[in-house]
């Protein structure tokens, strides 16, 4: 499984992007998709996680402000993160999740200024 991720950038606080995960194959083949993401100097981290049967899943310090979300069609899956705080600047992954094996995508840099 390939994933390309895309779409992060600099933005102010209090702004949006949208973050995109293209994957190689249909992306209800796969039980989970997640984003990730890691700050210099700390763990990666489970931001966001979407199931093949469509349940979510959040980090507390998102909740409410980022939604993961899927386009079957593109084989994509999306992160569209509202009201950023200078706290979610990190490097953000697409993951693929299917049983004994984890994928990554490469990592898509955001930055929110404050």
């Known amino acids: 499984v390939q994933l390309q991720a895309y779409g992060g950038g600099l933005v102010q606080a209090g702004g949006s992007l949208r973050l995109s995960c293209a994957a190689s194959?249909?992306?209800?083949?796969?039980?989970?998709m997640n984003w990730y993401r890691q700050a210099p100097g700390n763990q990666r981290e489970l931001v966001a996680g979407?199931?093949?049967?469509?349940?979510?899943a959040y980090a507390d310090s998102v909740k409410g402000r980022f939604t993961i979300s899927r386009d079957i069609a593109k084989n994509t899956v999306y992160l569209q993160m509202n009201d950023l705080k200078p706290e979610d600047t990190a490097v953000y992954y697409c993951?693929?999740?299917?049983?004994?094996?984890?994928?990554w995508g490469q990592g898509t840099q955001v930055t929110v200024s404050s």
């Open positions: 993951n693929a999740y299917i049983p004994l094996k984890n994928y």
């Open positions: 194959r249909s992306v209800l083949s796969m039980p989970a």
């Open positions: 979407l199931t093949s049967a469509d349940s979510t």
